[in-house]
């Protein structure tokens, strides 16, 4: 028996079919990405200012997302929102990922360009934990380590979660300040990383030892814990700390963004003790 062999026109409709369709899913995609924290639903009238379409392909491609639960819309005229089937995924993603496999790349490209310690911590209760480190491979060097634990109060890479988080004077001993006036003083250094959007510390938790450390959030905008660096004070000068705080700080916002949170520095968030 003889087996039908596909003709040079076949594999060229067949090519036609299979680019038409991941064009679909691309367009599909844009129309998805278009969506943006803080949009209240958005008109197809928006939608065609945000994605490179067609108003017929953007009506063809709007409804199968919405067949599909990947968009919901209401109202007259339609205002599209993000459907289930989005936070469905998103689920899946974030229990099956943690923030130090997340971290890594920007974690890699700040050591890589420093050659510094470079440590992420998350918050846990009134407590920052150390949960991925890269130690620096030069002779003088700072390290804790993965599971180091301090109150959110001590050192740069804890204030940096704090001043996102809304306590105030009276609330601060429960996360580490001493005294009245030690929770004044803390206070004081929370206004100024809210104002630079980044902590640093010089000889603080060990002597010599210099800090920088940027918050980074999650899609929600909570504050989830910061992304630090750290090394002698012989070698980081105000002038390379100025630097590496730029560093740290754009590093932070990659981690923002590849957990779902883009924009500027979002409101203080409630995480009462």
């Given amino acids: 028996?003889?087996?039908?062999?596909?003709?040079?026109?076949?594999?060229?409709?067949?090519?036609?079919?299979?680019?038409?369709?991941?064009?679909?899913?691309?367009?599909?995609?844009?129309?998805?990405?278009?969506?943006?924290p803080g949009d209240d639903g958005l008109l197809v009238a928006e939608l065609l200012k945000r994605v490179d379409l067609s108003r017929p392909t953007l009506y063809r491609l709007l409804d199968t997302l919405d067949a599909k639960g990947f968009l919901s819309s209401q109202g007259e005229p339609q205002r599209f929102r993000l459907g289930p089937a989005v936070a469905q995924l998103a689920h899946a993603w974030s229990a099956g990922t943690s923030y130090e496999t997340v971290a890594q790349p920007m974690m890699r490209r700040l050591w890589e360009t420093t050659r510094e310690t470079v440590s992420l911590h998350v918050q846990e209760g009134v407590d920052r934990v150390c949960?991925?480190?890269?130690?620096?491979?030069?002779?003088?060097?700072?390290?804790?380590?993965?599971?180091?634990?301090?109150?959110?109060?001590?050192?740069?890479?804890?204030?940096?979660?704090?001043?996102?988080?809304?306590?105030?004077?009276?609330?601060?001993?429960?996360?580490?300040?001493?005294?009245?006036?030690?929770?004044?003083?803390?206070?004081?250094?929370?206004?100024?990383?809210?104002?630079?959007?980044?902590?640093?510390?010089?000889?603080?938790?060990?002597?010599g030892a210099v800090a920088i450390a940027a918050p980074f959030f999650e899609s929600s905008g909570r504050v989830v814990g910061s992304l630090?660096?750290?090394?002698?004070?012989?070698?980081?000068?105000?002038?390379?700390?100025?630097?590496?705080?730029?560093?740290?700080?754009?590093?932070?916002?990659?981690?923002?963004?590849?957990?779902?949170?883009?924009?500027?520095?979002?409101?203080?968030?409630?995480?009462?003790?």
């Fill in 131 to 207: 949960v991925a480190e890269l130690p620096s491979t030069q002779p003088l060097s700072f390290r804790r380590g993965v599971g180091y634990r301090e109150k959110l109060v001590r050192g740069a890479s804890g204030r940096s979660i704090l001043a996102w988080l809304n306590v105030d004077a009276r609330d601060l001993p429960a996360y580490g300040a001493t005294s009245a006036a030690d929770a004044k003083r803390v206070t004081g250094q929370l206004q100024q990383v809210r104002s630079d959007g980044h902590a640093t510390s010089r000889d603080e938790l060990i002597q």
């Fill in 1 to 36: 028996m003889k087996i039908p062999t596909a003709s040079a026109a076949d594999a060229t409709a067949d090519t036609d079919k299979s680019e038409g369709g991941v064009r679909a899913v691309q367009r599909a995609l844009d129309i998805l990405l278009a969506f943006k």
């Fill in 228 to 273: 630090g660096l750290f090394g002698p004070s012989a070698r980081l000068s105000e002038a390379l700390v100025k630097d590496y705080a730029a560093l740290v700080q754009e590093e932070a916002r990659a981690l923002s963004a590849a957990l779902g949170f883009a924009g500027p520095y979002p409101a203080v968030h409630s995480s009462k003790a």
